[in-house]
C-alpha cells in the first residue's frame, strides 16, 4: 500500500533554515507529481508547492515563492521541501501527498497523505 | 485564485442523522474539479470525493458529493460516529490548488 513518511521539521529560528524529506513507498513513485501540504495549528489546509513527476515542472503558493524550493530524487523514492527564511508564519505540520495526473498543469486532488511533520518557527 | 467558502462553519447533528455541507467558489471551478477531505484530530486529512461527485477507493457510500460551477455538496446520508470530524472542500480546476476553510460536524 501508499505510504509517505514525512521526516526533518523541529523548532528553528526565524531567519533559520530547514529540509524537509518524504519518503515514498508502494507506488512508482517516478510516475506522479507530488506535493507539499501544511496546516498552521488550528488552522485549515494550505497547498505549498508541486513538482512533477520527472522534476521538470514546480509550481509554489506565492507566500513561500523565493524561500522553498521543491525537489526529488526518483532513485531514492524521497521528494524535499528546502524551506529558508523561515518567518513564524510558516509555523505548521508539512504533509507530503501523492497527486493523480491532471490536464490542468500543476493541479491534482490528493490521493494519499503522509502523518505529518511539524515545524516550529520561534526564537 | 480561486476562494472556497465553506458553511457552515459548525453542524451540529447526532447519529443517524443526515449532513449536508456546502462548498462555494468565487468563480466556476474548471471540469468540477472539486474534491472532498475529512480529518480527523492529529490525523492526516483522507480523500472522499473527488471529481465533485466520484467517491475514492474504500469509502462507504452514506457519502455522496454533488454540485457544479461554483455550488457544490457533501452529503453524508446517516452519520456513524465515526463521521464526526472536520471536512474541507479543495478546487484543482486552476492554479494556485486551494481549499475551502472546512466544516466541523460535531456530536450534539
Known amino acids: 500500500q501508499v505510504q509517505l513518511v514525512e521526516s526533518g521539521g523541529g523548532v528553528v529560528q526565524p531567519g533559520g533554515s530547514l529540509r524537509l524529506s518524504c519518503a515514498a513507498s508502494?507506488?512508482?513513485?517516478?510516475?506522479?507529481?507530488m506535493h507539499w501540504v501544511r496546516q498552521a495549528p488550528g488552522k485549515g489546509l494550505e497547498w505549498v508547492a508541486f513538482?512533477?513527476?520527472?522534476?521538470?515542472?514546480?509550481y509554489y503558493t506565492d507566500s513561500v515563492k523565493g524561500r522553498f524550493t521543491i525537489s526529488r530524487d526518483n532513485s531514492k523514492n524521497t521528494l524535499y521541501l528546502q524551506m529558508n527564511s523561515l518567518r513564524a508564519e510558516d509555523t505548521a505540520v508539512y504533509y507530503c501527498?501523492?497527486?493523480?495526473?491532471?490536464?490542468?498543469?500543476?493541479?491534482?486532488?490528493?490521493?494519499?497523505w503522509g502523518q505529518g511533520t511539524l515545524v516550529t518557527v520561534s526564537s | 485564485e480561486i476562494v472556497l467558502t465553506q458553511s457552515p462553519g459548525t453542524l451540529s447533528l447526532s447519529p443517524g442523522e443526515r449532513a449536508t455541507l456546502s462548498c462555494r467558489a468565487s468563480?466556476?471551478?474548471?471540469?468540477?474539479?472539486l474534491a472532498w477531505y475529512q480529518q480527523k484530530p492529529g490525523q492526516a486529512p483522507r480523500l472522499l470525493i473527488y471529481?465533485?461527485?466520484s467517491r475514492a477507493t474504500g469509502i462507504p457510500d452514506r457519502f455522496s458529493g454533488s454540485g457544479s460551477g461554483t455550488d457544490f455538496t457533501l452529503t453524508i446520508s446517516r452519520l456513524e460516529p465515526e463521521d464526526f470530524a472536520v471536512y474541507y472542500c479543495?478546487?484543482?480546476?486552476?492554479?494556485?490548488?486551494?481549499f475551502g476553510g472546512g466544516t466541523k460536524v460535531e456530536i450534539k
Open positions: 501527498a501523492k497527486g493523480v495526473p491532471n490536464p490542468v498543469a500543476g493541479t491534482s486532488y490528493f490521493q494519499h
Open positions: 508502494g507506488f512508482t513513485f517516478s510516475s506522479y507529481g
Open positions: 513538482m512533477r513527476y520527472d522534476g521538470s515542472d514546480k
Open positions: 468563480q466556476s471551478v474548471s471540469s468540477n474539479y
Open positions: 471529481a465533485a461527485s
Open positions: 479543495q478546487q484543482y480546476g486552476s492554479s494556485p490548488l486551494t
